[in-house]
């Protein structure tokens, strides 16, 4: 039933699918430093940091909608439909931010567009990675699922770190000035060369054959929203509550993460940039045997195990990064990172595994976009307003410790499966 070029298929179009996605959402995090005062230009520049941080969590306002769209759109018309359109629309998103015009040009208005933009990411990212977990999970056989789900979260860790290269090459390569000025375009424009790699890919797929099959048969949800709040709450509940323990650990880490060893802990912010890529690199490779582990413990044991490890070690990762040597930042930003993939790969299996084919788009696409808004879009703008609030640089620990609780209280409601 499954060929093996289909799956190889599969699974490239589900990483390069969240790595466009990824690269364009973290691009704009990475570079929130230097975008601030473009496009929010204030005497304090904490408050132009904050400012430009609640356009990022605003962007995840739409994920939902976005997510409901192509959720209709997956479970109505079409896995591949769905995952050829989310990408298009992501990819034009980040390539017209490169093109805005700044607060100097333009007045507010470029605040506006900046915040419309955003939008428009947030809009298409609520489809592409529940799109991109959904079709690998019906396209592989059962048994690789866990193992080959992971590929969609090696794709989006390459988007961090191919974002964190590309803004430190131009780091690098810039003035201070000359990023200001037109530097920070560059990295945004490169999202137009990934999105048709990416576009690429996706059209050499075919539909899964759980949709195939069910399209044959006409066994196809006429009301996919309706059908699943009726039949999967609890799913979407469960969903939900993963995914603000995942996406608030995550976002702090591949997001702010950045920021805070810069702004906040004063390292050079070249040397930061690659930094990062060079853990969120490592990052993505650790999925592999996390995947494996999924596979052979079951998904939820391993995520346990992921959320308990950041719980206990966050504050300790944080206190280890204040002590003036970007090398032991880089230990205990790795340490960071390598629990997160144990959070991370599992869930590619755990998620679609709680839905049935009918609604597995839509219901996942409720519960996980939710998620995002509780806790991944506020991460970044909390953990800097706390700093901010309390003075205190370990702070935004006590946010991931919280979110890490709800996490590890959801799993424990959800049967183990391999």
């Known amino acids: 039933m499954f060929k093996p070029r ?60 976005g997510g409901i769209f192509f959720g209709l759109l997956g479970d109505r018309m079409g896995r591949r439909t769905a995952l050829i359109s989310s990408v298009v629309c992501m990819g034009v998103a980040a390539s017209a931010t490169g093109l805005l015009p700044t607060y100097d040009q333009i007045g507010i208005a470029a605040a506006v567009l900046l915040f419309l933009a955003r939008l428009a990411q947030g809009f298409s990212a609520g489809g592409e990675a529940v799109g991109s977990i ?47 000025d037109w530097g920070w375009r560059l990295p945004f424009l490169l999202a137009i060369p990934l999105t048709f790699l990416s576009l690429w890919a996706r059209l050499r797929i075919e539909d899964t054959p759980e949709f195939a099959a069910a399209s044959r048969r006409a066994d196809l949800p006429t009301a996919p929203m309706r059908e699943a709040f009726a039949t999967h709450r609890a799913a979407m509940a469960r969903t939900l509550g993963v995914t603000v323990a995942q996406t608030g650990c995550l976002f702090f880490g591949l997001t702010y993460m950045n920021i805070y060893l810069s702004a906040n802990l004063g390292y050079d912010a070249t040397q ?61 930003y790795l340490l960071y990172m390598a629990w997160g993939a144990l959070i991370q790969a599992p869930a590619g299996s755990l998620f679609p ?48 410790m919280t979110v890490c609780v709800i996490g590890i209280a959801t799993l424990l409601g959800i049967r183990n499966h391999r």
Do not use: C
Request: without cysteine.
């Open 134 to 180: 959904t079709y690998v999970y019906e396209s592989v056989p059962a048994k690789r699922r866990a193992f080959l789900g992971s590929f969609n979260y090696i794709g989006s860790n390459l988007g961090f770190a191919v974002a964190a290269v590309a803004a430190g090459a131009v780091s690098a390569l810039t003035t201070e000035s000359q990023m200001s």
């Open 353 to 400: 595994h709680l839905f049935e084919r009918r609604v597995r788009y839509t219901g996942m696409a409720v519960g996980y976009n939710l998620g995002n808004i509780v806790a991944g879009g506020t991460a970044p703008y909390a953990a800097a307003y706390l700093i901010d609030r309390t003075g205190d640089v370990l702070s935004p620990s006590f946010f991931v």
């Open 272 to 332: 930061v940039h690659w930094l990062s890529a060079l853990v969120v690199l490592t990052g993505a490779v650790l999925m592999l045997p996390a995947g494996w582990l999924a596979g052979r413990l079951g998904s939820r044991n391993v995520l346990l195990v992921g959320f308990l490890g950041l719980l206990l070690t966050t504050y300790p990762a944080l206190m280890l990064m204040g002590q003036d040597s970007l090398a032991l930042a880089g230990a205990a």
């Open 6 to 65: 289909a799956v190889r298929r599969a699974a490239t179009a589900g990483a390069l699918g969240n790595l466009i996605e990824y690269y364009d959402f973290s691009l704009y995090g990475y570079l929130a430093v230097v975008i601030a005062p473009q496009f929010f230009p204030a005497g304090n520049s904490t408050t132009s940091l904050l400012a430009a941080l609640a356009v990022f969590a605003t962007a995840f306002l739409a994920r939902p909608v």
